[in-house]
Nanobody, 121 residues
Framework: QVQLVESGGGLVQPGGSLRLSCAAS????????MGWYRQAPGKQRELVAG???????NYADSVKGRFTISRDNAKNTVYLQMNSLKPEDTAVYYC???????????????WGQGTQVTVSS
């Protein structure tokens, strides 16, 4: 009923940039909070950045000043601009959208399939 498609991951050198996108499709009535998480090998999944409907955002301390989350409600899409990438940013990145579908009265959280980001020289 709802699909999330991520794109934009890849291999980049330290100091480089990448932009991740996550587009939701389906019978979407309303979007609530959106976010990006990441999981490195052997580590727990952690919140990288989140953005609420009004546009206010919060970030993990490790990415503040380097990453920027944004959203386009008309396109049901959330973005993560990642600058000054470091090797420790290497992980699988997952988008997370809280939304309501037509015919429903509850918000449900959906996850993207994950996209690999590798920062290495």
């Amino acid at each position: 009923q709802v699909q999330l498609v991520e794109s934009g991951g890849g291999l980049v050198q330290p100091g480089g940039s990448l932009r991740l996108s996550c587009a939701a499709s389906g019978s979407i009535f309303s979007l609530n909070a959106m976010g990006w998480y990441r999981q490195a090998p052997g580590k727990q999944r952690e919140l990288v950045a989140g953005i609420i409907r009004g546009g206010s955002a919060n970030y993990a301390d490790s990415v503040k000043g380097r990453f920027t989350i944004s959203r386009d409600n008309a396109k049901n899409t959330v973005y993560l601009q990642m600058n000054s990438l470091k090797p420790e940013d290497t992980a699988v990145y997952y988008c997370n959208l809280n939304l309501m579908t037509y015919g429903s009265t509850q918000y449900v959280t959906y996850w993207g399939q994950g996209t690999q980001v590798t920062v290495s020289s």
